[in-house]
């Protein structure tokens, strides 16, 4: 009898915890993240509950329209024939798809390991992701490029001064927004301080700017 008790016990114990486990499950599934509206004001919080679910969170898909906008974009801009349009979109794709793969590997790597250098803790896959999502304000831009170069072909007389500067300004902005919510996302994955955050981004620069430059040297296209 006794022993009857504590089995029935026992299994009331396992249900209780496959629920909860279960119960959590779906409360965790239920979270939506919507973070590509989060990141432009939380840009903070939000690469962290990317990090902490899943690094790759949607990098495969923005990593390609950070290939197809821009390469829609160009092709565009040197419109003259749908059957040239679409040469054109074909060379800048598989072109915008090595130099962004390229890049991004790169540009990873050295702020992996600057980050580290100054205290950091993130690993690559993470910091990845917040090169990755901090480009969603540059999307945005080159969605507004599309929609303007479309326009400007449909009803050239609509450009003038006024669309360059507020042109040149929402890009500015955007790449301002692009730049604050990577310090802001590095900060999170490398677990420092902003000015740190920022200190590592900074050295970056440098060192691309330095290795450009004697590139540049070297193959004679800077005397």
């Known amino acids: 009898m006794e022993r009857r008790k504590n089995r029935n016990v026992c299994t009331v114990c396992l249900e209780a915890g496959v629920y909860g486990i279960e119960k959590n499950r779906v409360k965790k599934d239920r979270i939506s993240l919507k973070p590509f509206i989060s990141i432009w004001l939380k840009p903070r919080e939000t690469i962290g509950e990317i990090v902490q679910r899943d690094s790759s969170y949607m990098v495969n898909f923005i990593t390609s329209a950070l290939v197809v906008l821009p390469a829609i974009?160009?092709?565009?801009?040197?419109?003259?024939?749908?059957?040239?349009?679409?040469?054109?979109?074909?060379?800048?794709?598989?072109?915008?798809?090595?130099?962004?793969?390229?890049?991004?590997?790169?540009?990873?790597?050295?702020?992996?390991?600057?980050?580290?250098?100054?205290?950091?803790?993130?690993?690559?896959?993470?910091?990845?992701?917040?090169?990755?999502?901090?480009?969603?304000p540059l999307l945005c831009l080159e969605l507004f490029s599309i929609m303007a170069i479309t326009i400007i072909r449909i009803f050239p007389g609509v450009a003038g001064k006024g669309y360059i500067i507020v042109?040149?300004?929402?890009?500015?902005?955007?790449i301002l927004w692009s730049l604050f919510i990577g310090t802001e996302g590095l900060s999170e994955v490398h677990k420092i301080p902003l000015g740190k955050s920022f200190r590592c981004l900074f050295i970056s620069f440098l060192i691309v700017a330095a290795f450009l430059f004697l590139l540049g040297y070297m193959l004679g296209l800077i005397r």
């Open 73 to 136: 974009r160009v092709s565009l801009s040197d419109f003259t024939s749908f059957s040239g349009f679409i040469s054109s979109l074909s060379l800048n794709i598989v072109f915008g798809a090595i130099s962004i793969s390229t890049g991004l590997y790169l540009w990873g790597l050295l702020l992996t390991f600057v980050g580290q250098k100054i205290d950091g803790k993130g690993v690559y896959r993470n910091v990845i992701a917040v090169i990755v999502w901090s480009t969603v």
């Open 167 to 174: 042109y040149r300004s929402i890009t500015g902005l955007m």
